[in-house]
């Protein structure tokens, strides 16, 4: 069974700071995904990265796979009370006839005024 | 845009009772999963379904817990006597096609207590 080890655990920050968060893994895995949940509600998608080294922006978030493809972060800029919540990231493991996710532990990030 | 929807929102119900947990996936998704998440935890598979059967569980899924598309749309889960370790969030998810990287998308989940 692969393994996703998120760091930090927890993250407090106030508004308009950086942050970057980690995923990581003994594993090579083909592709990677990263979620945000909050209170209440189920995760959802915010970007799959696929090749090693890529870089993929979304307005203030920019993730990234590293070359090996065995870890990916996740970089806040400017951050806002809206970015609070859990972020986790999520590997597909295709057995079977579908595939299931793989969560990491999380992080959960609160951003205050 | 189109989404996956879960009822109920909350689920109390006595230990050793039976609970049907329901969600309607994307109409044109073709698999379908149901996942756990317990208080403070992280999100754990449960069990995968395409083409009208079971095509993975995991060892959480034993023999109180079944799933069922009964007429197309709908996508249960049954967990047959409910025990206090069973509270938990609920969370359904579906998929248009095979491919590991496309996305799953999630419903809102339904919060399962067990008195």
């Known amino acids: 069974t692969q393994l996703l080890e998120q760091s930090p655990q927890f993250l407090s920050i106030q508004e308009g700071e950086n942050l970057t968060v980690y995923c990581n893994s003994s594993?090579?895995?083909?592709?990677l995904q990263w979620y945000r949940q909050e209170p209440g509600e189920g995760p959802v998608l915010l970007v799959t990265?696929?090749?090693?080294?890529e870089v993929k922006k979304l307005k203030r978030l920019t993730f990234q796979f590293g070359d090996a493809r065995k870890d990916s972060s996740l970089h806040i800029t400017a951050a806002q009370p809206g970015d609070t919540g859990l972020y986790l990231c999520?590997?597909?493991?295709?057995?079977?006839?579908?595939?299931?996710?793989?969560f990491g532990t999380g992080t959960r990030l609160q951003v205050t005024l | 845009e189109p989404e996956v929807t879960q009822t109920p929102s909350h689920q109390v119900t006595q230990m050793g009772q039976e609970v049907i947990l329901r969600c309607v996936p994307i109409?044109?998704?073709?698999?379908f999963y149901w996942y756990r998440q317990i208080l403070g935890q992280k999100v754990e598979f449960l069990v995968s379904?395409?083409?009208?059967?079971?095509?993975?569980k995991s060892e959480i899924f034993d023999d109180q817990f079944s799933v069922e598309r009964p007429d197309g749309s709908n996508f249960t889960l049954k967990i047959r006597s409910t025990k206090l370790e069973d509270s938990a969030m609920y969370f359904c998810?579906?998929?248009?096609?095979?491919?590991?990287?496309?996305?799953?998308?999630f419903g809102d989940g339904t919060r399962l207590s067990i008195l």
């Open positions: 998810a579906s998929r248009g096609d095979r491919g590991g990287n496309q996305p799953q998308h």
């Open positions: 594993s090579v895995f083909s592709s």
């Open positions: 990265v696929v090749t090693g080294g």
């Open positions: 999520a590997i597909g493991v295709n057995t079977g006839t579908a595939s299931k996710l793989t």
């Open positions: 109409s044109n998704h073709l698999y």
């Open positions: 379904f395409y083409n009208n059967e079971i095509s993975e």
